[in-house]
């Protein structure tokens, strides 16, 4: 297995990678249909065996502080992917990435990573076990059908919402957590270092 930088003959693969290895995650829904492009530099990393993109990690990084990590001091970057094709998983593929994307982050100064999560609890021990530490969490709330009622109203005559995606930051999360069959809560983690 190699791991190298990102090539844009890579995007059908890396694609292709990252929808199969979110499928039996909570972020099953959020498929991408192209490779983003991001705003900041990036470290953007894949897996390739027998010519097939198998992992990745992309990691969007500072220039200046606070610009796209969202706590910290000195320059950190956003994992905003990190994927392992399915067949190719449990094999350690996900932790080279990542030391490969520090080694890199740590030549061009960064001090640290932030990352967001679901609740998967084996996702959420990776990144404890590969060093990072929870620093925060929000709820990911899908309204549907009769949820919405209560919920969610349209201004717009004729106009009914089916459904709605929500991000809750209240204290009150039970309450939450008990209205609406799906959510999810969403987990930062952060990993820091000396550069």
């Known amino acids: 297995m190699e791991i190298r930088k990102y090539s844009p003959d890579d995007e059908s693969g890396w694609v292709r990678c990252r929808v199969l290895s979110f499928l039996n995650t909570a972020y099953f829904d959020n498929v991408l249909r192209e ?89 959420r021990n990776w990144y404890v076990h590969s060093g990072f530490k929870q620093v925060d969490s929000y709820l990911h709330v899908y309204i549907e059908d009769n949820e919405l009622e209560g919920a969610l109203k349209s201004e717009i005559p004729k106009l009914k919402p089916i459904q709605s995606f929500a991000h809750y930051v209240g204290e009150d999360r039970e309450k939450v957590m008990t209205k609406f069959k799906r959510v999810h809560e969403c987990v930062c983690y952060e990993k820091q270092w000396k550069s």
């Not at 950190?76 to 080279?96: C, E, F, L, N, T």
């Open 35 to 123: 490779k983003e492009k991001y705003l900041n530099p990036a470290i953007e990393l894949v897996a390739i065996e027998d010519g097939i993109v198998v992992g990745l990690i992309d990691v969007e990084y500072e220039t200046e502080e606070r610009t796209v990590c969202s706590r910290g001091t000195g320059l950190g970057g956003m994992i905003w992917h990190i994927a392992v094709h399915p067949d190719y998983q449990r094999k350690g593929i996900g932790s080279q990435l990542l030391l490969q994307a520090v080694a890199a982050a740590k030549e061009i100064g960064l001090n640290r990573f932030e990352a967001w999560t679901r609740d998967d609890q084996w996702v």
